[in-house]
Every structure is written in structure tokens, then in C-alpha cells.
């Protein structure tokens, strides 16, 4: 044993104090309450004459540390896990697979690298302020041995700097030893008895980012996040390093809104895993009862004046027993270790809890979704009241279509426009048959009602009735060529000749010297082909479609299918008519030259007859086909007001249903759920074990 300085104690007596109040500081003592001195002299004798051999250390269980940073040459390498441990290591490793969405991987690689052996390694976060100067000094209070003089890793923790940002990690070695070689964190090994003692590992960082996600839950503490710079684009990148439990260090009272807001979000997690601590001045504490207390006030200056005046003498063991607890670093202190304890076969619960913990994130990640799912599904059903509504506006849309088609024809049937094409004003008017049954459909035939029909499919997409509408495609006048050249397909050239294209020459093969042949014309002049406009290719019939018609296209469709027949027969009855007049007249001419005995009224009676004739057919044909168009348009309009409807009526209440549920996320849910419950079995079979 190390001498101390100052002691006045005789040697056999000062060596029992020494290893009795070792004992009790490293592994457990109350934290509050008097202890009489000499009951703490005669334990401290009783243990001194125990037998004793001298120069043999006790084997601790192994331990490994609990950095994720592998081996190199270890690629897949088979995991020696106790047997103890086998079934909930492989539940995890089914956890990890299966819910690999909801769940965090670097918590669950940190729980199934602590279940890899008997005393797993505990690592605690110690979050501070962005500088880390308060943390590393509460983490030298609770890690230092009063009975021992200032080791020298003390010395070098008060002297580092925060300079580069990274975060400082603390773990148990024989010397005293500093690597600042990785790009995240920097590690400072060195000889503490309760990193020893108690398999621990300490992360010292500031939380100045962590401080700002304390509303979304306490469990973000224990995954702090380590930034490093990229040496390519100078960007920061974040990598999560887990931890088992978190202490968030406010230092004075501008900590105390981080205090309260971590403290008030703690209860995700556990009270145990995750504490707030302040240290304050002006505060003094006699200790509480309960050491898992989660709001902690300390006096780090007191805790610290603690050691030092202890460290002078044993005599001050008074002194010290009283300013440390007064600093309020024993219920510190016993929160750090409390759950560390390693046993043959049993599973730590600092371990414990970080695997329920990820359990309960897990299923509480699960049914977090499937509620965004019921709500999605939910929220995208149309009430009945938005279907009556819309269902009203499409009648009422569907009363004044109809009455819309009968007056808009009948005033359209007894325009001047429609009686220019009277059968007897036919001669002078048969090219405009055209023109004048167009007008009258596009200006007469469901104007009103095809304007109506969009604005009130608008209105039912807006309702969330209709999907959305695949993209059409409409026919266009294009050029063949390109704007750089013109075609150069011979088919649609109509200047090209067969001679002209199928044995063009290639001028790379034209031999040096020869005359150049004779340009051709399309190289002078471009041409374009045009393509036939939809109006006049064969259209198909909207009404034969099971989809929703249109009215616009019913419209172009009678105009392209019905009016070239009307304006042909109308040609052909004038040319019928005026060649069957013609006819007569010729014939009525020849009799009255050819027959002497024939007057003149004997032979105008045939021409007479013959005009008749022809114009009486022209008016009977002429008036049918009218008739016949004129029913044609409104059996049609009615027609498509018919089919519209129904289909706009099956959209609003067939529509607006829900989103289709979405099995595969299901199904995964499902596969996520049974891993939980599959590690949740694993826990429980454990702790009847235990």
C-alpha cells in the first residue's frame, strides 16, 4: 500500500482503516447515516488479523470492453456467449433483423455486446456543457480513492481541453495511458478502482446539441451522438454512441430549464437510466433517502474540498464524512454504480434495463405506425354528409342539362341559321350544311352543362372522391423533320422519287477529282409532314367506353361522324334533283321538236312532271334527314347526360373509401411484434430463473 502524507496513525492501524474504508468506498455502504469511529477502529483490526495470502491477486470474471471499434482481422468472428445468456442473445439477434425499422441498431449491437459475457461492461454518458471543464471534474470527484494520494491520471484529466469538440471516454487500464488517434473520440485509459470494481466506461460530452432534442424524450440521451469532420467536402457527420445510462449536468442556475425538461421526459425510460444533476453554489444537501432520487442538487466545490481535506490527514475523516455529504456526490456516486453488480449466471441490470428499454421503443415505434396507419386510413374516408352534398349538386347539375338540351335545340331548330338549310334554299345553300350543323352543335348542344360537369368534378376531387387522373395524350400537327434539318424519311416526302432516294451516293466514297453529283431538292427545300387531326380520324365512340363520356368528345364525335353524311346527302339530292329536271326539260324539248301534233303545253307537261318529281324528293328526303339529325341530337344528348350521371353519381359513393390497406408494412409490423415478444419471453424466463 501507498504511504500517505501527514498520517500519525501506527502502521497496523492505519493499514486496517485503509483496506476497511477501501472496501466500503469502492463497492457498498449506506450513503446517509453515522458511522461510530470506534466500531469503524474494530472492524478495521478484525479484518487485519484475518488470514491473508500475501502476493495472490483474485481473478476477476472477464470483461471486455464495450467500444464498438472491431478488430481488423476479425470479420464474422463467432460470439462466445455464456449459456446463461444464449436464448436472449439470439432473440436479440432476431430483434435486430426483424425490426430493424423501428428499432435502434447501435442500442441493440451495445445490449448483444454486453450479453457476450458475465460482467459486461457499463458504459454511463456524462453530458456537461460545451467546453466539458464541469464534467470532467464531477467525473474526477465520483471516480477519485480519498485514501489514496492524487494519482496522476487526475492530474491529466483536469489538464485536457475540448479544443477539437471531440468527446472523452474513460476506461480502466493497469497505466496510464492517452489515444486521440480516432476521429470521434478520444480515450484516456488509466488505473481507477471503480472503472475496476465495477466494469464501467464513461463518456464525457458536451450536451449543448443534446439539450436541444429534450422534447422529444430522455431516451435520446442515451444515444449522444459523436461529430467528425469529412476531410473531402468539410461537412460534420454524426455517428450515435450508445450508452447504458446518462447524466445531464446543468451546471448554475441558467441549467435549470434543461434540468426540468430532461427530468419531466425521463419517465420513457426509467428514472434509473437517466438523471439530471445541478450544480449549484448556494445549495447544500444533507442527502436524501432515496440514492435513485432523479433530481440531484450538488456543490461540486464542496465535493471537491472533500477529498483534498481527507487526503491530509485520516484524522479528518469527520470533516470529510461530513462535507461530502453535504456536497450532495453520494447519492451521485451511488446512482453511477448502482446496477453494476456482476453474479455467476445472472444478467446485470444495468444490461436488463437497456434491453427492455429498446423493447419498449421498439413496440412503442410499432404502435406508433399502425395509428399513423388507422388515422391515414381514417382521415381519408369521406363522411356521408360530403357524399349527400355532393350527390345533391349533381342532380341539380343533371336537371339543368336536360332542361339546358330541350330549349338549347329547340331555339337552335328555329333559328335563322337552321332555316337557311330549307329544302327549297338547299341549291344556293348545300356547301354550308357544313358550317351551319357545327355551329349549332357547338353553340346549342350542352354548352352550359359540359362547363358545369368540370367545375363540379373539380368540387368532387376536392371532396377526396376521385383518384387521381391519368395523363392524356392529344393528337397534334408535327413536322417529320427537325428544326436542325428537314425529314429525312423518303414516304413522307412528297418531292422525293424512288430514284432519288433508295441510291444515294455517299460522299466519302465519291473519288478524288470527279465532278460532285447534282443536289437534291429536299437539300434545298424542307418539307414537313402533317398528320392527320384528330377531327378527322376514325374517332371512337365515347358512349361504348365504360368509363365516364365526355360531353366535349361526344360532341366532336357526332360532328366528325353524323354532319360529313348529312352534307353528302345533301349534295347528292341537289345533284339528283337538278339532273332529273334537266332530264325532262331534254326530254320535253326533244318530243315538242320531234312530234309535230305535240303543243307546247302536251310537251311542258313532261318537263312539268319531271321538275316535280324531283323537287318533291328532294323535299321528302331533305326534310327526313333533317328530322332524323334533329332526333339524333337530342337522343344523344340525352344519352350522354344519362351515362355521365350514373358515372358521376358511382364515383360519389363508391369513391373516397380509405387507402387500401398496405399489407407488406403490415406483415412486417407483425414480424417486428413476435421478435419483441420473443425477447420479452426471454426476460421473463430469466428473471424466474433469477
Not at 66 to 84: E, G, L, Q, R
Not at 354 to 379: F, H, P, R
Not at 483 to 502: Q, R, V
Request: hydrophobic share 40%; net charge neutral; with cysteine.
Amino acid at each position: 500500500m501507498t504511504p500517505y502524507r501527514g498520517v500519525s496513525v501506527q502502521g497496523s492501524r492505519a493499514k486496517a482503516i485503509t483496506k476497511f474504508a477501501l472496501h466500503t468506498r469502492t463497492f457498498s455502504r449506506p450513503i446517509s447515516g453515522y458511522v461510530c469511529p470506534n466500531c469503524l477502529y474494530r472492524n478495521a483490526l478484525n479484518q487485519a488479523r484475518s488470514p491473508k495470502k500475501h502476493g495472490v491477486r483474485t481473478p476477476r470474471p472477464a470483461r471486455r470492453a464495450a467500444s464498438t471499434i472491431a478488430s481488423a482481422t476479425a470479420i464474422n468472428a463467432k460470439k462466445d456467449v455464456p449459456h446463461a445468456f444464449q436464448g436472449l442473445h439470439d432473440a436479440l439477434n432476431v430483434l435486430q433483423r426483424e425490426a430493424a425499422v423501428y428499432a435502434n441498431l447501435s442500442q441493440v449491437q451495445l445490449a448483444l455486446r454486453g450479453l457476450e459475457s458475465e460482467n459486461g461492461i457499463t458504459r454511463v454518458a456524462v453530458l456537461g456543457g460545451p467546453d466539458g471543464r464541469q464534467t470532467r471534474r464531477l467525473v474526477k470527484a465520483l471516480l477519485a480513492d480519498p485514501l489514496a494520494t492524487k494519482p496522476e491520471w487526475e492530474e491529466h484529466l483536469a489538464s485536457l481541453d475540448n479544443e477539437d469538440g471531440r468527446a472523452l471516454l474513460l476506461r480502466y487500464a493497469e497505466t496510464l495511458e492517452f489515444d486521440q488517434r480516432h476521429p470521434l473520440v478520444r480515450t484516456l485509459s488509466m488505473p481507477s478502482i471503480i472503472l475496476e470494481n465495477h466494469s464501467l466506461e464513461i463518456l464525457i460530452q458536451g450536451a449543448s446539441k443534446q439539450s436541444e432534442a429534450n422534447d422529444a424524450g430522455a431516451q435520446l440521451y442515451l444515444v449522444p451522438g459523436l461529430e467528425s469532420q469529412t476531410s473531402a467536402s468539410g461537412r460534420f457527420q454524426t455517428v450515435t454512441y450508445p450508452v447504458h445510462k446518462a447524466l445531464i449536468l446543468a451546471p448554475g442556475l441558467d441549467g435549470i430549464r434543461t434540468l426540468l425538461t430532461s427530468s419531466k421526459n425521463r419517465s420513457s425510460v426509467g428514472e434509473s437510466m437517466v438523471i439530471a444533476v445541478i450544480d449549484t453554489p448556494w445549495i447544500t444537501l444533507s442527502g436524501a433517502d432515496d440514492p435513485l432520487y432523479p433530481l440531484k442538487a450538488i456543490n461540486l466545490d464542496r465535493g471537491e474540498e472533500a477529498i483534498a481535506t481527507f487526503r491530509q490527514s485520516l484524522d479528518n475523516s469527520f470533516n470529510y464524512e461530513h462535507i461530502w455529504f453535504e456536497s450532495g456526490l453520494p447519492q451521485v456516486s451511488a446512482w453511477l454504480i448502482e446496477g453494476t453488480e456482476a453474479l455467476p449466471g445472472v444478467l446485470k441490470p444495468t444490461i436488463r434495463r437497456l434491453i427492455e428499454t429498446v423493447n419498449t421503443l421498439v413496440e412503442y415505434a410499432i404502435d406508433q405506425e399502425e395509428s399513423e396507419q388507422l388515422q391515414k386510413q381514417a382521415s381519408s374516408v369521406v363522411p356521408n354528409t360530403t357524399r349527400d352534398t355532393m350527390d345533391e349538386f349533381l342532380a341539380n347539375w343533371a336537371e339543368a342539362a336536360h332542361t339546358e338540351l330541350r330549349d338549347g335545340l329547340d331555339l337552335a331548330f328555329e333559328s335563322k341559321n337552321w332555316r337557311k338549310l330549307a329544302w327549297w334554299k338547299l341549291f344556293w345553300r348545300v356547301d354550308d350544311v357544313t358550317v351551319i350543323a357545327s355551329d349549332i352543335l357547338r353553340q346549342s348542344w350542352l354548352v352550359d352543362a359540359d362547363r358545369g360537369i368540370i367545375y363540379l368534378a373539380g368540387r368532387i376531387e376536392q371532396a377526396g372522391l376521385l383518384p387521381p387522373l391519368p395523363p392524356t395524350t392529344t393528337a397534334s400537327i408535327a413536322p417529320t423533320g427537325t428544326e436542325s434539318g428537314p425529314s429525312t424519311n423518303p414516304g413522307s416526302n412528297p418531292y422525293h422519287s424512288k430514284a432519288n432516294t433508295d441510291e444515294r451516293p455517299d460522299p466519302s466514297t465519291r473519288p478524288f477529282g470527279t465532278e460532285p453529283p447534282a443536289p437534291y431538292l429536299s437539300d434545298i427545300i424542307p418539307t414537313f409532314a402533317l398528320s392527320v387531326p384528330s377531327s378527322m380520324a376514325a374517332l371512337p365512340n365515347p358512349l361504348s367506353s365504360k368509363s365516364i363520356p365526355s360531353i366535349a368528345h361526344t360532341r366532336q364525335y357526332i360532328i366528325a361522324t353524323t354532319i360529313p353524311a348529312l352534307q353528302s346527302l345533301s349534295q347528292r339530292l341537289v345533284l339528283h334533283a337538278l339532273s332529273t329536271a334537266f332530264l325532262t326539260s331534254s326530254l320535253s324539248a326533244l318530243v315538242y321538236v320531234s312530234v309535230s301534233t305535240t303543243s307546247i303545253y302536251e310537251s311542258g307537261a313532261i318537263a312539268a312532271v319531271g321538275v316535280v318529281y324531283a323537287l318533291g324528293r328532294l323535299q321528302r328526303k331533305w326534310e327526313e334527314a333533317r328530322s332524323r339529325w334533329m332526333a339524333l341530337l337530342r337522343e344523344e344528348g340525352r344519352r350522354v347526360l344519362r351515362r355521365v350521371e350514373d358515372g358521376w353519381k358511382a364515383v360519389v359513393w363508391e369513391g373516397g373509401m380509405g387507402m387500401k390497406e398496405d399489407v407488406m408494412g403490415r406483415e412486417e409490423r407483425e414480424k417486428a411484434k413476435r421478435a419483441v415478444e420473443g425477447v420479452r419471453r426471454e426476460l421473463e424466463g430469466m428473471e424466474r430463473k433469477d
